[in-house]
């Protein structure tokens, strides 16, 4: 890829983590003697993306499943270690990392994982989970210490009164309480950044807002950028200051949270938009603007990966590779036309007839990793 | 007339720890071509009574009270409600009785012969609360034979050439079905302690063909070891008498329908994406072109794009095929999208039911207003969203009286004591709770 937008060539004021040109490949095992001959098979799971994570901003990773956003998630915290590209943090590349600094930045860059009930150890009671990473970098060295600041953590987490919780068991606990000493467990040792990977997905509707919440309150507290990866757009908007749309490995459209949801410009946000349902009866729905169904991550398509789904494609697209293109200050998009979209001067290539979506659904199956 | 009225419907689950009451006095009328969406949280019952209705429930599983009455033919259904006032009616003086005995057993200090009598009164008080239809076959007795012997004779003069009484036979006829309760599924499977039967000839003839069911989780749902054709070519014979070649154009006509190519019959399931194979259980559950449909949480596992075609898709067959829905989903902006009415459940019970632009426009239930806050959207203003305080209870021992008071903002002394009443401010709009009048004279109480 050497199409990279500016926001990845400067290293914008006060950016956390600066990541150029990231990319992960997974090869595929094949048959015995398949294997001698030809390219591996390779997934391209991330494929070239650029973004910057800002001091105290949420960011949002958007997209459908097996777009890459979760392996993203995973190389910034470095549980993958890239096939190319460089994450930036505080001005070495992660990659790079060995030992002490290692340690450290496991120490300053925190997950929160999906599943609340898969992420915590059952036989661990809440203060051992908690207090765990304290006592591996040696943080809080007595126990009085300790007790305290995981109790701090506790009650930032939502968890009230915590002296209760400490002695709790995971199952003794709802899903929502499991979440949030997840998140006691992420802050407690005031990371620089948080990544979280579908903190709310598994969680009930009603739970689900107290959580948003808490990360929210909690971002205005100690100013922590999160890094949050979701599939679901209206959950974004409600909790990021910037978005990035991914789609089949690439980011293919990023900006300021409001002016994406307003002025979507690249194809697939627009269709993205347009199929989220709207807690409203009277919201009157279009038609969803996009063909067919995800290509597989082996057989990317060829110029623009949208092309084959893209009700704007033409020509070009099949051979050319679209630029980043800046619509607006901060507001990018990787479209041949994304100017002529984002000023309404674009029409759809055809009507997304009936008949044109039965004939792209004849295409391969998607491939879910 | 309702095609599906499910009434005061009672389905526990016998575990080691006691009974979890999964539905608990359900009652719930659809009509032909309509679509009900049915919201609530993880284990408020909703798929328990999706199951309850298509007896597809675990071995553990017993229904204690109530009708699921399936109107096979119609004619039955406006001969219905007098007989039910009537046993109803009947039945009241014995209720109070056995209400004022199990009282005085209650306060009276426990005695070891006083145990099995409470246990008993109990029972008596909940089968008379909760009907089935052989309490109220036991109420319209005297009714029923009349109704037998009018029959009959009816049918020796029909019979013998006078074919004036014809009128009056059919008449007699649907006034008997509604009598003797005919075309309650319970009453047709159930066994005495409660549980269903997996099979009986009558259910069969009513499963899949007149009901049919898209369940959670296609992945799931599918035999990974058979293509996918030969899944829903085996349904189709199984219910009808086709050949192969017949039953496969059927599967050909059906992949159409639901967006398919046709080339893709003989594929297994692995081969399909996560939509193709939501596609194909939907396929499955129209191969026999029935009356109603329940599509339980049908796109929850498929990415927002794949889904948003889907549930197109699935109103655009019900439009089509003039079917009855019932859309299953946790998520209330998929339900606003797609029913004509929707029914708020919570542990257990249905809170609030209504059409759906007044559920969200004129809320009169406090616990539909917490799922409405709860939700963020992508259009609009963004607002802050407000998450109900505390937990979903365990249905294993739900809080007394109103079940959704220990979370509920409003809730006063009475909501703890006294069951709630189900009140009705507004035509085909109810609510439980003590103070829907007031909510709703406020003008509801969500603002979106």
Redesign the interface.
């Known amino acids: 890829m050497t199409e990279v937008g500016p926001a990845a060539e400067m290293p914008a004021d006060g950016a956390e983590i600066h990541v150029v040109d990231l990319k992960k490949y997974f090869d595929l095992r094949r048959g015995f003697l398949k294997s001698f001959r030809g390219e591996p098979v390779r997934v391209r799971a991330v494929d070239g993306i650029s973004f910057d994570i800002r001091q105290g901003e949420i960011l949002s990773l958007v997209g459908e499943s097996g777009c890459g956003k979760t392996t993203t998630g995973r190389l910034l915290t470095r549980l993958e270690e890239p096939t190319g590209g460089h994450i930036m943090f505080g001005g070495v590349d992660i990659a790079s990392l060995e030992g002490h600094a290692l340690f450290e930045f496991r120490r300053n860059v925190q997950m929160i994982f999906q599943d609340p009930y898969e992420s915590l150890n059952p036989r661990y009671t809440v203060f051992r989970a908690v207090s765990e990473p304290l006592i591996i970098h040696r943080i809080a060295t007595s126990l009085e210490e300790r007790t305290e600041v995981v109790i701090r953590a506790l009650e930032d987490a939502g968890l009230r009164p915590a002296q209760d919780m400490l002695d709790r068991f995971p199952h003794e606990l709802s899903g929502g309480q499991r979440q949030r000493v997840a998140i006691a467990r992420a802050i407690v040792l005031n990371p620089k950044v948080i990544v979280a990977d579908e903190p709310v997905s598994m969680l009930d509707v009603s739970i689900r807002a107290g959580v948003m919440n808490l990360m929210l309150d909690l971002r205005e507290k100690y100013r922590i950028p999160y890094v949050f990866i979701t599939h679901d757009i209206a959950v974004a908007r409600y909790m990021a200051d910037r978005i990035a749309v991914m789609y089949l490995g690439r980011i293919v459209e990023t900006g300021p949270m409001d002016e994406v949801i307003a002025h979507a410009t690249h194809p697939y946000t627009r269709a993205l938009l347009a199929s989220v349902p709207v807690p409203d009866p009277e919201h009157t729905y279009a038609q969803v603007p996009i063909f067919g169904e995800l290509p597989s991550p082996i057989n990317v398509p060829s110029g623009c990966r949208f092309r084959t789904r893209c009700v704007y494609a033409q020509e070009i697209c099949t051979t050319t590779v679209p630029p980043n293109i800046e619509v607006k200050p901060g507001h990018f998009a990787e479209c041949h036309f994304a100017v002529d979209i984002f000023e309404g001067r674009m029409a759809p290539r055809e009507a997304v007839s009936e008949a044109a979506l039965e004939s792209m659904s004849a295409g391969p199956p998607s491939v879910e990793p | 007339m309702p095609l599906l009225a499910v009434r005061n419907l009672k389905t526990y689950f016998r575990v080691r720890a006691g009974w979890v009451k999964a539905v608990d006095g359900v009652n719930l009328n659809l009509d032909e071509g309509e679509t009900i969406g049915l919201v609530g ?2 284990g408020c019952g909703k798929t328990t009574l999706a199951y309850s209705i298509t007896q597809l429930l675990p071995s553990n599983a017993h229904v204690f009270g109530g009708q699921i009455i399936f109107d096979m033919e119609g004619h039955a259904t406006p001969y219905r409600p007098a007989y039910w006032n009537m046993a109803e009616a009947r039945a009241a003086p014995d209720l109070q009785k056995a209400k004022a005995e199990l009282e005085t057993v209650q306060s009276a200090p426990e005695t070891k012969e006083a145990t099995p009598r409470l246990e008993e009164l109990r029972r008596k008080v909940d089968a008379l609360e909760n009907p089935l239809s052989e309490t109220y076959r036991t109420y319209l007795a005297p009714e029923i034979q009349a109704l037998e012997r009018t029959v009959r004779d009816l049918t020796m003069k029909f019979e013998t050439g006078d074919k004036a009484s014809r009128r009056a036979l059919a008449e007699a006829k649907n006034r008997l079905a509604a009598a003797t309760q005919n075309g309650d599924l319970v009453d047709i499977t159930r066994r005495p302690d409660g549980r269903l039967r997996e099979y009986h000839p009558k259910l069969n003839a009513v499963r899949w063909k007149q009901i049919s069911i898209v369940f959670q989780g296609a992945m799931n749902a599918l035999n990974p070891v058979y293509t996918v054709g030969r899944q829903i070519i085996e349904t189709i014979r199984t219910h009808e008498d086709v050949g192969p070649e017949a039953a496969r154009t059927r599967v050909e006509e059906l992949y159409r329908l639901v ?3 046709a ?1 893709r019959i003989d594929n297994f399931p692995h ?6 194979k939501q596609r194909a259980m939907i396929a499955m559950a129209l191969a026999l072109s029935p009356r109603l449909v329940i599509a339980d949480e049908p796109t929850t596992a498929l ?7 889907i ?1 197109d898709e699935i109103l655009r067959i019900q439009k089509d095929l003039h079917m009855a829905l019932i859309i299953i989903s ?5 339900v ?2 797609v ?1 004509d009415r929707i029914a708020v459940m919570y542990a257990g019970k249905i809170v609030e039911e209504g059409p ?2 007044k ?2 426009s004129r809320t009169i239930h406090p616990y539909t207003e ?11 203003e ?1 607002r ?5 305080p505390g ?2 209870p365990s249905l294993l021992s739900p809080p007394n009286a109103c079940r959704f008071h220990p979370r509920c903002q409003y809730a006063k002394d009475i909501c703890s004591t006294v069951d709630p009443p189900e009140v009705t401010p507004e035509p085909g709009h109810r609510g439980l709770c003590h103070f829907v009048d007031e909510f709703y004279a406020r003008g509801g109480l969500f603002r ?1």
């Open positions: 949280e993880s967006g398919i190519p080339d081969e399909y994406s996560g939509g193709m990415d927002v794009i794949t889904a948003s075609k549930m946790h998520d209330v902006s998929v606003a999208k029913a759906s632009a559920i969200f917490g799922l409405l806050s709860a939700f963020p959207s992508v259009v609009g963004r802050r969203l407000v998450s109900i937990n979903p979106g």
